[in-house]
């Protein structure tokens, strides 16, 4: 059997393949109507409640106010009756724990009544809460594993919703996740606890302005979310993509993203089928998606929603992620959420689009046509920089892990130094405000074609910089160095936490002053004069900004996890969440231990993986064609034809440089110890460049042994055979 049999399939498989999905009739159910049609939301529960039950629901989610437990039986019984109506029969708490995936746990609705039969009962006590068994789930060491109790507590702020399954359906209310003492064990209940105190601090500065009776204000998110397609045959071929979700080898193809060729281009017949069907399911579900297209790298897409309530955009992001790749299987395809499947071309970050607000002042980071006269604007957007400079390990730590270090500082992704783009206009208007008051707004103004029938062009004050972690675009700032399967629950909880802290800090000075508006002149132009070196406007890529920013600014430049991670454990991030009560010392130290441990078992598994694959397929190929250069070599040199045994030197010298430096990798793998800490810088200091040498050899012999017995996909087939 050839070396390369399972790759001749696979492509063959790939050439051949028929849809498995029937065609989507649109005009059956037109699209707008199906919007929201899996979701018991505001409009069921006016339907289905009583005044009193639903005036408490609904003061809960759009004020904030305490949930009246005492509505959760009236709640629960139309809840039952609505999901019963649409298939249903079981229910589901949804919640998400530290491991980063969503976790559910599916109960009957049925309950026998003695006499031989069933009946369907859903009570508020089954609503409110459940016990599921938590020994499992990473706790970070803030629980011995034998003491299993966790429970799920209903957030009625992000409402349930159907789940369809071919054979029938299950509701699912999302919920946080507890321990039997009460600590987060779950990314939500921080989400929540952030969220409840940026309401309380932004609402301090509104008073300052007048608005003394404020509705509850909330953050809002949206993230769009980048991801790789390549057909099934090559994934079930590449057990490097099966066990890690990227590809542990593989040379660079002769062509990659180099054309520019891929972006925005017109969208592959299969894959728009594929996002056809995953936007339908995702608007049955409430999810507002906006906007789909190929994306720089090929086989790379995005598909972006528009942005909601922060709390319930960490929902549905989750659910993004978990219908991207089962509706992609319908289509014979496999949706890869790994920040770097593939080296050399684009990673996949997922941009999360930040600000606050409420529904009568609407959004508190809009500037409007002139930010320099929008004084509650400057004070919001002030409050952002401090936060984003003054907690910038923070942040990084937030987003760090295994993938994205692959990923952050390349291929049109950020680098791991935080900085801030404001674009021409706003930096302008600081400008001004740190030598004085600013006094005017540089103007939007007009693109004229210079062709008659094509319309004049809105010219926007500034220009987008796509290497910015953290750029201002328009009304809202986007964090664009969150990594593509990343839960966006703990950067969201970082954000509203430091935020929260900076409008603390402004508002208890302009609390005691005497002059409001010298006041704010003064705390501004302190804040921009301190925290002004986070704003950075240029290439964020270059080598130049590099050395800038750590040794002229003095930013931090955290390359790596085991770089980053170390600022959780730092007292003034202990302080801050403690603090505000979003994290105790003690969830913290969790959240850090298992972080750490995430980092270091990924890459344990990647080096176990690239020893076993090393061995089983690639060296065997090699060993292959060293026979046959060998054989070849003896036959013609016995007809008195001389051969150059350059290549077969090559190979050779290939194949031991693999051998030895798998031996050195295996060899490493051995290390233990009890320290965490100790653990990750192990495998960032020590297994990472084994790894790279590894690979190094490894895609050198993919140049040179014959096609018939490379044993895997290339990168070549991977993205661009559709």
């Known amino acids: 059997m050839s070396g390369n049999d399972a790759r001749l399939k696979a492509v063959s498989a790939v050439v051949n393949y028929k849809p498995i999905s029937a065609p989507l009739s649109f ?8 919007f929201a049609v899996n979701v018991f939301n505001g409009k069921d529960l006016k339907k289905r409640l009583p005044k009193a039950a639903y005036d408490s629901i609904m003061n809960t989610i759009s004020e904030g106010k305490a949930l009246e437990t005492s509505m959760a039986d009236t709640v629960a019984v139309a809840m039952k009756d609505w999901a019963i109506e649409k298939g249903a029969t079981h229910y589901a708490h949804v919640f998400y724990p530290l491991t980063g995936m969503t976790a559910e746990k599916h109960d009957s609705f049925l309950t026998p009544n003695g006499d031989g039969s069933a009946i369907a009962e859903f009570t508020g006590e089954q609503l409110i809460q459940g016990e599921p068994d938590g020994s499992s789930f990473p706790t970070g060491g803030s629980r011995p594993t034998f003491e299993a109790r966790g429970y799920t507590a209903w957030d009625v702020t992000s409402p349930a919703y159907i789940m369809e399954n071919p054979n029938g359906t299950t509701l699912c209310i999302p919920t946080v996740f507890v321990s039997w003492t009460g600590e987060a064990l779950d990314k939500k209940t921080p989400v929540l606890r952030s969220s409840k105190v940026l309401n309380t601090q932004v609402q301090r500065i509104l008073k300052l302005f007048g608005h003394m009776n404020s509705p509850l204000v909330t953050a809002s998110a949206g993230a769009e979310q980048e991801y790789f397609l390549i057909d099934k045959h090559f994934y079930l071929a590449r057990p490097d993509l099966i066990t890690a979700e990227r590809t542990l080898f593989g040379a660079k193809p002769p062509k990659g993203q180099e054309f520019d060729d891929h972006y925005f281009g017109a969208i592959p017949e299969r894959v728009l089928a594929c996002m056809l069907e995953t936007e339908r399911e995702l608007f049955k579900l409430g999810v507002p998606v906006k906007t789909r297209h190929n994306e720089v790298a090929p086989g790379q897409y995005e598909i972006a929603p528009v942005y909601e309530n922060a ?3 960490t929902d549905h992001q989750q659910l993004v992620m978990v219908t991207l790749k089962r509706v992609a299987s319908k289509y014979g395809l496999a949706c890869l959420t790994h920040e770097k499947p593939f080296a050399g071309v684009n990673g996949s970050g997922k941009h999360v689009n930040y600000s606050f607000g409420n529904k009568e002042l609407g959004n508190l980071l809009d500037p409007g046509d002139s930010p320099h006269e929008n004084i509650r604007f400057l004070v919001f957007c002030t409050a952002v920089i401090r936060a984003v400079d003054k907690y910038a390990p923070l942040l990084r730590a937030m987003i760090s892990s295994a993938g994205n270090d692959h990923r952050l500082g390349a291929n049109e992704a950020p680098p791991a130094i935080i900085s801030i783009f404001l674009g021409e206009q706003l930096t302008d208007v600081f400008e ?9 707004s540089k103007p939007s103004g007009i693109l004229n074609l210079g062709v008659d029938t094509l319309p004049p062009l809105a010219r926007h004050s500034g220009d987008r910089n796509r290497t910015s972690p953290f750029a201002f675009t328009g009304n809202k700032f986007e964090f664009r160095a969150v990594a593509s399967n990343q839960s966006i629950a703990s950067p969201l909880m970082a954000l509203n936490t430091i935020v929260s802290e900076s409008l603390d800090y402004i508002a208890t000075k302009l609390e ?13 132009q302190e804040i921009l004069l301190e925290h002004g070196r986070i704003i950075f406007n240029g290439d964020g890529y270059s080598e130049a900004w590099h050395k800038e920013a750590e040794f002229e600014r003095g930013l931090p430049n955290l390359r790596t996890t085991a770089d980053a991670l170390p600022a959780l454990r730092s007292p003034e991030v202990i302080e801050l969440f403690e603090k505000y009560s979003v994290l105790s010392q003690r969830e913290l130290a969790s959240r850090l231990k298992v972080k750490l441990e995430h980092y270091s078992l990924a890459i344990q598994v990647e080096a176990r993986l690239m020893v076993r694959m090393g061995k089983t397929l690639i060296l065997p190929a090699a060993i292959r064609y060293l026979k046959e250069l060998a054989s070849t070599t003896t036959q013609l040199n016995a007809l008195g034809i001389e051969f150059d045994v350059v290549t077969l030197r090559k190979v ?6 693999l051998e030895d430096s798998l031996i050195a990798l295996e060899s490493e793998l051995s290390h233990t110890t009890d320290d965490m800490e100790a653990e990750a810088r192990h495998a960032c200091d020590q297994l990472r460049p084994l790894m790279t040498a590894v ?12 096609d018939d017995l490379w044993p895997l996909p290339t990168y070549q087939e991977m993205l661009f055979i559709k």
């Open 652 to 657: 050779a010298g290939c194949a031991k440089e």
């Open 695 to 706: 690979r190094a050899h490894a895609d050198a012999l993919e140049g040179v042994i014959p």
């Open 432 to 440: 001004q405000i740190k030598t004085g008051k600013a006094t005017s």
């Open 27 to 34: 005009a059956e159910t037109p699209t707008g109507d199906l």
């Open 311 to 313: 709390n319930v955009a």
């Open 512 to 524: 005691a002053a005497d002059d409001l508006d010298t006041a704010i002149q003064n705390v501004l």
